[in-house]
């Protein structure tokens, strides 16, 4: 008897260890704690404040109440930028999202069956947590805030006892970051409305990342996307224990961000006044960024993808808006940056003399791209007129050099799309890393040649794919030749393909510690802010529990989509709570249901 009831227990437990992504190790009970908003917190054994329920207490009013402006942080020691003040918002939106935004877990239960998930309303008796004790036991510094990929350690424990004693402890603030966002997943709403609890004491999770650099890649250039945007990306990438954010920011299509030094730029390559980000919405969003434990890095594409430039410089862009295009660029409007031109060396230095001096501070990386770089193009450069590859390849390898010299004088590691080495041959500095996005075999060609890579095939984790073409096409022959007007990527990669994607695929493992991560991608040509949640969530999530936590688990299998799908869907319903409009994973008659019931 007493072994079918906890069988039966287990049964229900089961489905709600809902943990994304899935930690090294944990062990859980099935024991009752309540939590409430008198609960006391910690760090390093100061007591942190927070004013419970005051839903009139804005995100301005939490900085300054927490002592912290973000237009005047500064960083360093005495700064507000500071494992303190990072910790303490953290903790304050962690108790946010616990008693503002949890989870009553219908839909993760058999029909009608919540209450026998829910424990009985009986506050009163009780147990509750009455303090979560946070302990950092390293220091942070500079570096740790943004750090090179593997530089800062990302690991933490958390413990939960049956009498009520939860605690946190990490060696950075980054790690209590993952912490807090692990406390909040153990934690439901009562259908009642009335309290807040786990199911699962004891806890004990023991936590680190698999891989150092889990990025996503937005591009902002083809579609526009306003601060708050991007903002709302970086929420839900910090909840999916994501650390870098990739933007590509320029491309041929427009140049949304202003550089003083050369106002043109966006005053004629954006879309439309006003829609360009200032000086200050970079800094804001990289701040923004820092505070949730997500380094942002900027791309600036070149020498293709650059069309955009010549709106203002004219000059600078060899085969603008060339036709027929598909002979002079991958995309329209064709253009790049002229290859052997001397104002084209000015107008760089002009812009990174602008430009890196001020996002340094908040980023160790820098992206030149390099994607794509069309031959026929420079027939129509007047400094080059050859489509040979011996010609222009020392040129670009002249133009990355400067560029390269450019980021390190500042501070910044250079980021390069694989064609500048496995189409360009090129000579890069052994602190560039290189990002694939062609195959598997790609990955593993760019570690034999010893160079650090990031993952992140379009085969699998390129979010765009699968949607169909977005050029239009006449009645005639080419109707006919495009129909049903699938993209070159499709089909759609659906949350298992992307689940599925082993970013060490193919890699000998005498290699495999040069693939220091991965990214997936966003690009824009038919995404914008009111598509953007659900073209990448639950989806990037999915890539975020193969880079946080290995496509194999402990034992060696590969993760399975089995198991996944009930945690997946969870967190995606607490990402909805949140306000991250993810799609849904799968019907509720499958969420209310055992896995076993919808899989084949
Ligand atoms: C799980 O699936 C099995 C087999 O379909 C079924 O007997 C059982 O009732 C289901 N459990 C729940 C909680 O729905
Ligand atoms: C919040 O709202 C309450 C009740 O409406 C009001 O008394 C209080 O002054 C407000 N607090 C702030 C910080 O605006
Ligand atoms: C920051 O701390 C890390 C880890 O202790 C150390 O390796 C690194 O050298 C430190 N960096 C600076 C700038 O002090
Ligand atoms: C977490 O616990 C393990 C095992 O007790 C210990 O080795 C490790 O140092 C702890 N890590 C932190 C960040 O406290
Ligand atoms: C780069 O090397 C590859 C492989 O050896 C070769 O196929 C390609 O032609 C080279 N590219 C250039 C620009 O030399
Ligand atoms: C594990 O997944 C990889 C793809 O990530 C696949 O190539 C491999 O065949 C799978 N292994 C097994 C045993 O299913």
């Given at each position: ?101 949890s989870l009553i877990p219908w839909k993760l239960v058999a029909r009608h069956e919540l209450a026998k998930f829910e424990p009985a ?480």
């Open positions: 008897m007493m072994l079918f009831l906890l069988c039966t227990l287990l049964a229900f437990f089961s489905q709600a260890l809902a943990i994304w992504p899935a930690p090294v190790s944990m062990s859980t009970g099935n024991s009752v704690l309540w939590i409430t908003s008198d609960v006391k917190v910690t760090y390093n054994g100061r007591s942190v404040w927070w004013i419970p329920f005051s839903d009139n207490f804005s995100n301005s009013q939490t900085e300054q109440f927490l002592g912290v402006q973000s237009s005047s942080i500064g960083y360093g020691s005495g700064g507000a930028l500071s494992s303190q003040s990072i910790v303490q918002q953290a903790i304050t939106r962690t108790l946010d999202t616990l008693f503002k935004s309303v009986n506050s009163n008796s009780g147990v509750s947590i009455k303090v979560i004790t946070i302990i950092q036991t390293g220091k942070d510094n500079s570096t740790s805030y943004k750090p090179l990929d593997g530089e800062l350690d990302e690991s933490y424990n958390l413990t939960i006892s049956t009498n009520g004693d939860a605690r946190i402890t990490a060696v950075s603030a980054v790690g209590i970051l993952h912490a807090l966002e692990t406390f909040t997943q153990l934690f439901y709403l009562h259908s009642s409305g009335n309290g807040l609890y786990t199911n699962m004491a004891p806890v004990a999770i023991s936590d680190a990342p698999k891989f150092a650099h889990r990025g996503m890649n937005l591009d902002v250039a083809r579609n526009w996307y306003p601060v708050q945007d991007i903002k709302r990306t970086i929420d839900a990438l910090a909840m999916n224990k994501f650390n870098r954010m990739h933007i590509h920011i320029t491309d041929s299509q427009s140049w949304p961000i202003e550089i003083p030094a050369l106002p043109e730029l966006a005053a004629k390559g954006a879309y439309q006044t006003g829609l360009s980000y200032s000086p200050k919405d970079i800094q804001d969003i990289q701040i923004y960024g820092i505070l949730r434990g997500i380094e942002i890095f900027l791309e600036f594409d070149m020498p293709g993808h650059t069309t955009a430039i010549s709106l203002a410089y004219p000059n600078l862009i060899a085969a603008a808006n060339a036709h027929p295009w598909d002979t002079y660029c991958a995309e329209p409007p064709c253009g790049s940056l002229k290859l052997n031109e001397p104002a084209v060396d000015q107008f760089l230095d002009t812009l990174w003399n602008d430009l890196l001096p001020r996002i340094s501070p908040y980023s160790s990386y820098f992206h030149t791209g390099g994607d794509e770089v069309n031959t026929n193009t420079y027939l129509l450069d007047p400094t080059v007129k050859s489509s040979d590859k011996a010609v222009i390849g020392p040129l670009i390898q002249k133009l990355v050099d400067r560029n390269h010299a450019a980021l390190r004088k500042n501070g910044l590691t250079p980021i390069v799309w694989e064609e500048m080495l496995l189409v360009w041959n090129l000579t890069l500095g052994s602190d560039v890393i290189v990002q694939a996005w062609q195959s598997d075999e790609n990955v593993a060609l760019i570690t034999g040649q010893g160079h650090k890579v990031l993952a992140g095939n379009y085969n699998s984790w390129y979010l765009d794919c699968g949607k169909g073409q977005w050029l239009d096409f006449d009645n005639g022959a080419s109707f006919k030749q495009f129909y049903p007007f699938n993209d070159y990527c499709s089909p759609f990669k659906n949350w298992r393909l992307v689940y599925a994607y082993d970013p060490l695929a193919g890699v000998p493992a005498a290699e495999q510690h040069l693939v220091l991560g991965g990214e997936v991608h966003m690009w824009s040509e038919q995404t914008d802010p009111v598509n953007l949640d659900g073209a990448v969530w639950p989806r990037a999530s999915a890539a975020g529990e193969v880079l946080w936590s290995g496509r194999q688990d402990a034992s060696g299998q590969n993760r399975s989509q089995i198991t996944a799908s009930p945690r997946l869907a969870e967190m995606r319903e607490r990402m909805v709570l949140r306000g991250i409009q993810a799609g849904p994973v799968q019907m509720v008659f499958c969420t209310q249901n055992n896995a076993t019931e919808c899989s084949l």
